[in-house]
Structure formats: structure tokens, C-alpha cells
């Protein structure tokens, strides 16, 4: 039994690994860009709690968010950085090597 997989999940990025912010670096990570109103109706997260985890994912340089102006409507795009990508990336590895040592665990 190895000790390096139970460590990993002690190093994982504590602000993906939320479950919004998760939900919403895995829909990014999936497509090139969504915009605001797609991600609040796929995650049903209210525009405030939204926001809020998208600013959290903004300032630690994880998502990049451009404003436009479209029909007199602002539109919010939404898309993963390469840094963002790389951390993302990083948390499945970490993730997939938990379940591995637990599934090992498991068929004993």
C-alpha cells in the first residue's frame, strides 16, 4: 500500500476542488468557452454565486473572462487559461491516482 496516493489528495488545489468551482473548470476544460448564461443554467447556481466563483477562478489566473457587448446585452465569455488547464489537468492525476489506491484497496 502506498502512501504517495493518500498525500496527493492532501496537495490538491483547494479552490478546484470546491464543488462549483470544479463543476465549472471541468465544463471549461471541456470547451473552448461558455458563456455566463449557459454555465448558470448547466450548473443551476444563482448569477451571484456564479460570479463569485468565477471571480475566485479569475484573480488565481485559472479563467479568463471577456465582456462584450451584443444586441445592447452584455455577454460573458468564460474560458479555461493554459494555467488553468495545467491545474485542472494536475487535480485529475491527483484524483485518478486516489481511486486507483482505493480501488486496489477495495479488491482485497
Do not use: W
Amino acid at each position: 500500500m502506498s502512501d504517495d496516493s493518500l498525500r496527493n489528495l492532501n496537495e490538491v488545489d483547494r479552490l478546484i476542488h470546491e464543488p462549483a468551482r470544479l463543476a465549472i473548470t471541468s465544463i471549461l476544460y471541456a470547451v473552448e468557452e461558455a458563456d455566463f448564461l449557459y454555465l448558470k443554467r448547466e450548473l443551476a447556481l444563482t448569477k451571484g454565486n456564479l460570479s463569485s466563483h468565477l471571480i475566485k477562478l479569475e484573480t488565481a489566473g485559472y479563467v479568463n473572462i471577456e465582456k462584450t457587448i451584443v444586441d445592447k446585452r452584455t455577454r460573458t465569455v468564460c474560458t479555461l487559461t493554459s494555467t488553468g488547464k495545467q491545474v485542472f489537468e494536475k487535480y485529475l492525476r491527483q484524483m485518478e491516482k486516489v481511486m486507483q489506491f482505493t480501488k486496489g484497496g477495495l479488491q482485497k
